[in-house]
T-cell receptor, first 112, second 116 residues
Framework: GEDVEQSLFLSVREGDSSVINCTYTDSSSTYLYWYKQEPGAGLQLLTYIFSNMDMKQDQRLTVLLNKKDKHLSLRIADTQTGDSAIYFCAESIRRTGNQFYFGTGTSLTVIP | DAGITQSPRHKVTETGTPVTLRCHQTENHRYMYWYRQDPGHGLRLIHYSYGVKDTDKGEVSDGYSVSRSKTEDFLLTLESATSSQTSVYFC???????????????FGPGTRLTVL
């Protein structure tokens, strides 16, 4: 499968910004997505970015895409304890019929 | 939330027994997917469907089969369960468009399967 990599763990203090990083290998990605998974639950779509965009902002979330380096990041401003969860990045690849390839997930812990 | 349910939510079975997991949607979405989630691997696609009776293999399809006789139901079958198939299984749906971005997938709550 395609390689989509994320660091496994991140801890931040409540009120600080969190930055979750993701690298991918396939340059034919069409869209890139961020999902959130809370314990015992399915994945919840947070946001997405089209592959020809550099940045997308949605309230406390900012997505940055560096297509040259195949690097995607998710910034969460004013992180709250309710943001504690596992965050997955995913890419959809046109040549595979827009199948999704997920990263391994980053477990975010917010310290009060 | 997208109307997706999975049944059962938890199952314990023995090696060699057949197991069928069901995904049911009320959104009338064309595409349905089965993933497994394992530590260190994220989610990996098992099979997907792009319409009634139209299915295809994903990245980790060995040992699994699927069927889709109605738009709303997508079944995943383990013909003879093995311990390596112990995992959490997620169903997802997509209409190929959607407000979440074209091709955005929406996930069910998951089924935790343990094969002893």
């Amino acid at each position: 499968g395609e390689d989509v990599e994320q660091s496994l763990f991140l801890s931040v203090r409540e009120g600080d910004s969190s930055v979750i990083n993701c690298t991918y290998t396939d340059s034919s990605s069409t869209y890139l997505y961020w999902y959130k998974q809370e314990p015992g639950a399915g994945l919840q779509l947070l946001t997405y970015i089209f592959s020809n965009m550099d940045m997308k902002q949605d309230q406390r979330l900012t997505v940055l895409l560096n297509k040259k380096d195949k690097h995607l990041s998710l910034r969460i401003a004013d992180t709250q304890t309710g943001d504690s969860a596992i965050y997955f990045c995913a890419e959809s690849i046109r040549r595979t019929g827009n199948q999704f390839y997920f990263g391994t997930g980053t477990s975010l812990t917010v310290i009060p | 939330d997208a109307g997706i349910t999975q049944s059962p939510r938890h199952k314990v079975t023995e090696t060699g027994t057949p197991v069928t997991l069901r995904c049911h949607q009320t959104e009338n979405h064309r595409y349905m997917y089965w993933y497994r989630q394992d530590p260190g691997h994220g989610l990996r696609l098992i099979h997907y469907s792009y319409g009634v009776k139209d299915t295809d293999k994903g990245e980790v399809s060995d040992g699994y089969s699927v069927s889709r006789s109605k738009t709303e139901d997508f079944l995943l079958t383990l013909e003879s369960a093995t311990s390596s198939q112990t995992s959490v299984y997620f169903c997802a749906i997509s209409d190929g468009a959607g407000q979440g971005g074209p091709g955005s997938q929406y996930f069910g709550p998951g089924t935790r399967l343990t094969v002893l």
